[in-house]
């Protein structure tokens, strides 16, 4: 079903929906016949919650598919993360919450080092602090000068990399990148990958020769590598495909990013859960929709940590009841993907999903976990099509032909 | 979602994937509130396994839909089964084994017997012995003769059943079929379906003159009617798509065909189960991915055989250490369809898989068979993605997306 048929059916109305997306949610038992990180918390108020919601699990992507972030969260909200193929540029924009406008040309940069005779010897250039990146990256956005009209920023992440954005009319991302991938070159020339490109291939190559002298007397970044070229691109909002205000409760940038790409409104950060949840009741009576990202499942199973990922959602389990008393009309509570601690990576195994509403069909789930969650009422479904479960117990979505 | 997003994200590493194929696995209960084949199996070795597996049902084409055995199969190996639609003449070579050649066309071929007025009087030719097909084949191949460099062969199958093989540059497959599908009607002449194909038209034509001379003297089989051409056709191999190093260990003709179409080493015939099981061992360090045959299994169930096809699923159970103590890294138990012994023919009903790993997920499936497989944690899936799991739970899919 193509995701997008839902949009042409939705009406609007008073109703509240809100998603809780533990990042990562999805796990794997730490030794044999033991349990997952969801399965071993004490999560009683999920599980009563699940006892009267419909269930299931969710592929991001697909079977076998580990999605990144970006990928991910675009099919929780319902947009194909495979078609929904933004460039990397404009990832890395939203991930550190750049404020994009529709004149910009996104690069993600790494600093490197070069020897005397030109050619790469470090491509992470012995890995800068995040420091160091910010003062070269203030220097470069204050020294270099394109004219014509163009605006150049640079805006550090972490370590030895950074964002590259050019503002103006006209700028074309058909660029090659310059980043040799191998150390012992030299940096490549930007090329244009179609005629219109051409203007912005030398404008590429004036900056470089600019950041090349600016930045000579550094030890280890005295060059940038330039990647992943990529426009602004306008994505259908909530508000456009689904009538839905929405505000993002998010403490990460990544997230903060793909919200605002998507046209929601973003929560000032609020520092802790509590913060956010009381965020939610604050914003309550002035949205639709309320996105609330809680990151730390994720890092936690990221650095390998089961324990420290089953407390974080112990924690969340001990907060729902500050969203169950606004009562909302559909509660998820979901993850983007799978993140087990075991593997301390993000994985392709399905992620379990609660659908809460009084329109929930039940089924015989009485615990929230990834093997309860394999019987449910849902089933294993596409995480694409899980706006549109939310949108029809909200009772936002009309029927479907005569 | 595409069974080729995978391709893009396949890395190479050290694991190995074993693929056990019970041909027709899935089954029917013999009674009302009777058991299936596999369920009333004694399979202790499989039970053990899907306690530690994550399991499910695989629809090898779609919903209701009964497939072949060449779909069936280019869906276990991740083919689209609908797309990958190899001409039927392809097949019948892959199916006898044929070792074919880039300048190969082939089409099927029937012996059929003409009476006075050249029509035909039965369109199997009294369904003459393998033999005396294996005569007629030698005999044609033999004696026809249609010069310009062309090569013929007649391969015989089974009772009335050959393959014909014109060997040459420049062939066309776009030409009409002979076989006039009724008797009473005399034998169609081959057309071009296009002006490219009207030399190769005329050399079918030249051809069925010379073998209605040659088999004048046959009591039944006077004629041979022919439908179906296609080209050798290059289908992507498994190290091409997957970077697997493959050996198929079958020992059916049709099983050899296909793999070997898909790039396959294939291994002698070992004449049985423990020979073939012989060879995994043997072979092991050689290959990444096996694909092991089990043939009795569906012929059991198309003969109607219910307690032959119960016996061959608890020989494979018996045997199954012999696999166990290699510590694949990845183990699929499964079959390319159902052939219900209730039926005696293939069926559309999916087929219980288990993919053991320590990384799958369990489930709560202790015991393998159709209706433990419903509940299993890998829900019901398209065949086509099988692959996709297998090679993630290898390790060797990338993440898609930052």
Not at 1 to 17: A, C, Q, S, Y
Not at 188 to 206: F, I, R
Not at 378 to 393: E, N, T
């Given at each position: 079903?193509?995701?997008?048929?839902?949009?042409?059916?939705?009406?609007?109305?008073?109703?509240?929906?809100v998603f809780l997306i533990m990042d990562g949610l999805g796990g794997l038992p730490r030794e044999p016949e033991g349990l997952t990180e969801l399965e071993a918390a004490r999560t009683p108020h999920l599980d009563g919650l699940a006892a009267h919601s419909v269930c299931g699990l969710l592929d991001p992507v697909g079977f076998g598919i580990t999605p990144g972030s970006g990928p991910a969260h675009f099919a929780l909200f319902g947009y194909d993360p495979i078609k929904t193929n933004v460039g990397r540029g404009l990832l890395s924009a939203?991930?550190?919450d750049f404020p994009m406008s529709e004149d910009d040309l996104f690069a993600r940069v790494n600093f490197a080092t070069i020897d005397g005779?030109?050619?790469?010897?470090?491509?992470?250039?012995?890995?800068?602090?995040?420091?160091?990146n910010r003062r070269i990256c203030e220097k470069l956005t204050e020294e270099i000068n394109l004219g014509g009209g163009i605006e150049v920023f640079l805006e550090p992440e972490k370590e030895h990399r950074a964002l590259l954005v050019l503002r103006g009319k006209g700028l074309s991302a058909r660029i090659s990148d310059t980043d040799p991938q191998k150390t012992g070159?030299?940096?490549?020339?930007?090329?244009?990958?179609?005629?219109?490109?051409?203007?912005?291939?030398?404008?590429?190559?004036?900056l470089l020769e600019q950041a090349g002298e600016?930045?000579?007397d550094e030890e280890q970044a005295n060059m940038i590598l330039l990647r992943g070229f990529a426009r602004y691109e306008k994505i259908r909002t909530l508000q456009e495909r689904f009538r839905l205000k929405s505000l993002a409760i998010a403490e990460y940038p990544?997230?903060?990013?793909?919200?605002?790409?998507?046209?929601?409104?973003?929560?000032?950060?609020?520092?802790?859960?509590?913060?956010?949840?009381?965020?939610?009741?604050?914003?309550?009576?002035r949205y639709d929709f309320f996105f609330i990202h809680i990151k730390q499942t994720d890092s936690c199973g990221e650095d390998g940590d089961y324990d420290g990922k089953t407390a974080v959602i112990e924690a969340t389990d001990r907060?729902?009841?500050?969203?169950?008393?606004?009562?909302?009309?559909?509660?998820?509570?979901?993850?983007?993907?799978?993140?087990?601690?075991?593997?301390?990576?993000?994985?392709?195994?399905?992620?379990?999903v609660l659908v809460a509403s009084p329109l929930a069909r039940p089924d015989r789930v009485t615990r929230f976990g990834e093997r309860d969650c394999a019987a449910g009422g849902?089933?294993?479904?596409?995480?694409?099509?899980?706006?549109?479960?939310?949108?029809?117990?909200a009772g936002r979505l009309t029927k479907f032909g005569a």
């Open positions: 079903m193509d995701p997008e048929l839902i949009d042409r059916l939705v009406v609007e109305n008073d109703t509240k929906i939203a991930g550190i005779d030109g050619r790469v010897s470090d491509r992470r250039a012995g890995r800068i602090d995040t420091t160091t070159r030299k940096p490549l020339t930007p090329q244009p990958l179609n005629p219109e490109a051409k203007e912005t291939a030398d404008l590429v190559g004036n600016i930045l000579a990544m997230y903060r990013g793909i919200s605002r790409l998507l046209g929601m409104d973003i929560h000032p950060l609020t520092g802790s859960l509590e913060g956010q949840m009381a965020a939610l009741a604050e914003q309550y009576p907060l729902l009841p500050l969203i169950l008393e606004l009562q909302p009309h559909v509660l998820v509570v979901t993850g983007d993907h799978s993140t087990p601690a075991a593997m301390a990576a993000h994985s392709w195994h399905p992620v379990p849902l089933s294993r479904m596409p995480m694409v099509h899980l706006m549109g479960v939310a949108l029809a117990h």
